[in-house]
C-alpha cells in the first residue's frame, strides 16, 4: 500500500473517542455534510489495521479517519511522545480497484497499542520501534506516520479522558 500525504483537504472536523463499554474507537464527525462530501459518491472501504479501521473513500482514496474494535485490555502502558504532524490529507495510491465494505489488511497482523494516559495519546504500531517517517493529521488529534516499507504508525488523542482502569506496563 502507498500513501501519499497532501496539504489539502485539511483534517476533517471532528473529535476521536473512545467507549470502554464496547472496546472500541470511533470518530464523532463535526459536520456531517463535510464528511458526506469527502466520501464521494463511490462508497468507503477501509483499511484495516487488525481490527481497527481507517475509513477510505473510494472515489477520492482519501483517508478519514479511524475506528473500530480496540479492547483497553491489550493497550501497554508507555509515555508517548507524538511526532509532530502537519496538517492536511492522507491518500492511498493504488492502480487497483476497492470494493465497497471489504476490508483491506495492512501490516503485520498483529499490531502493537500503545497508550499513555496522561497524555491521552493512543498508538498503533506495527512492531515495539516507534520509527519516523513522514507524518500527517489527516483527521482531528489523528496523525498517520508513513513508513518506506508502506506501513504506517496511527496515532490517536482521545481527550474524552479515557481512563482503563488497569493497562498492562
Not at 61 to 81: E, F, I, Q, V
Given at each position: 500500500?502507498i ?9 476533517l ?21 463535510e464528511?458526506?462530501r ?65 476490508s ?18 493512543l ?10 517517517g513522514?507524518?500527517?493529521?489527516f483527521?482531528h ?10 506501513c504506517?504508525?496511527?496515532?490517536v ?9 488497569k493497562?498492562?506496563?
Amino acid at each position: 500500500m502507498i500513501f501519499e500525504i497532501g496539504d489539502t483537504p485539511e483534517p476533517l472536523p471532528g473529535a476521536p473517542f473512545y467507549s470502554a463499554q464496547d472496546y472500541a474507537l470511533g470518530y464523532r464527525v463535526e459536520d456531517p455534510n463535510e464528511a458526506a462530501r469527502r466520501r464521494g459518491s463511490g462508497g468507503v472501504t477501509c483499511l484495516a489495521l487488525n481490527t481497527v479501521q481507517i475509513d477510505l473513500a473510494i472515489e477520492t482514496r482519501l483517508c478519514l479517519w479511524a475506528w473500530g474494535y480496540c479492547p483497553h485490555t491489550s493497550w501497554r502502558r508507555r509515555t508517548l511522545n507524538p511526532p509532530s504532524a502537519t496538517r492536511g490529507s492522507l491518500r492511498v495510491i493504488s492502480s487497483g480497484s476497492f470494493v465497497v465494505g471489504v476490508s483491506i489488511p495492512i501490516g503485520p497482523s498483529e499490531w502493537r497499542r500503545f497508550f499513555d494516559p496522561d497524555k491521552g495519546w493512543l498508538c498503533l504500531a506495527p512492531d515495539d520501534d516507534l520509527v519516523d517517517g513522514e507524518t500527517v493529521e489527516f483527521a482531528h488529534d489523528t496523525i498517520a506516520v508513513v513508513h518506506p516499507n508502506e506501513c504506517i504508525t496511527l496515532w490517536v488523542r482521545l481527550s474524552g479522558g479515557i481512563q482503563p482502569p488497569k493497562i498492562p506496563a
